[in-house]
T-cell receptor, first 116, second 113 residues
């Protein structure tokens, strides 16, 4: 079963607006990653934030991580029609030995629609 | 980061038959992962494929249904056996990319009729 929960499930905005998506998870993590998927194709890695980081930026993307609340958010600023896609968070969990299992657990995803 | 070539990109298969999906990576990687994405759903890990050892399957997935081969560090196959319409999904392979996250193949869209 998927440990990640994302909200909202769907988000519809106008071009130029900001889009915020949230993700919650249940276990201790090594890192948390965000991916984009266009029309059921392969996933594209957007950004990775480590468990000891609280915020990270990449272009128009801003990711925050709150390990005490086991939650993360992805902000896309000044959205474009080309940002229309499904967005997934994925966690790389920590094993009992303090090392990563090396496999990802995905959230349910947010479908973002940006209207021109 | 690695580049993955996944084949076929899509297929329509008759129930009861099997389909083998291939992933070729342009660099040597220790671990490869196979995921299933059912229609409108998120990704679920099927198994982890390590070269030189048997694949490790997640709960709900068995080797008889999803046999995996990993003959070398750049190649893996996943077979979906004795297919039924419930197997209609997108299947994706993936390899770790360190600080760049994971690289995914372009996916195989399988429809079972």
């Amino acid at each position: 079963s998927q440990q990640g929960e994302e909200d909202p499930q769907a988000l519809s905005i106008q071009e130029g607006e900001n889009a915020t998506m949230n993700c919650s998870y249940k276990t201790s993590i090594n890192n948390l990653q965000w991916y984009r998927q266009n029309s059921g194709r392969g996933l594209v890695h957007l950004i990775l934030i480590r468990s000891n980081e609280r915020e990270k930026h990449s272009g128009r993307l801003r990711v925050t991580l709150d390990t005490s609340k086991k939650s993360s958010s992805l902000l896309i600023t000044a959205s474009r029609a080309a940002d229309t896609a499904s967005y997934f968070c994925a966690t790389d969990a920590l094993g009992s030995g303090g090392t990563s299992y090396g496999k990802l657990t995905f959230g349910q995803g947010t479908i973002l629609t940006v209207h021109p | 980061s690695a580049v993955i070539s996944q084949k076929p990109s899509r297929d329509i298969c008759q129930r009861g038959t099997s389909l083998t999906i291939q992933c070729q990576v342009d660099s040597q990687v220790t671990m490869m992962f196979w995921y299933r994405q059912q229609p409108g759903q998120s990704l679920t890990l099927i198994a982890t494929a390590n070269q030189g050892s048997e694949a490790t399957y997640e709960s709900g997935f068995v080797i008889d249904k999803f046999p995996i081969s990993r003959p070398n560090l750049t190649f893996s196959t996943l077979t979906v056996s004795n297919m039924s319409p419930e197997d209609s999904s997108i299947y994706l392979c993936s390899v770790p990319g360190g600080a760049y996250g994971y690289t995914f193949g372009s996916g195989t869209r399988l429809t079972v009729v």
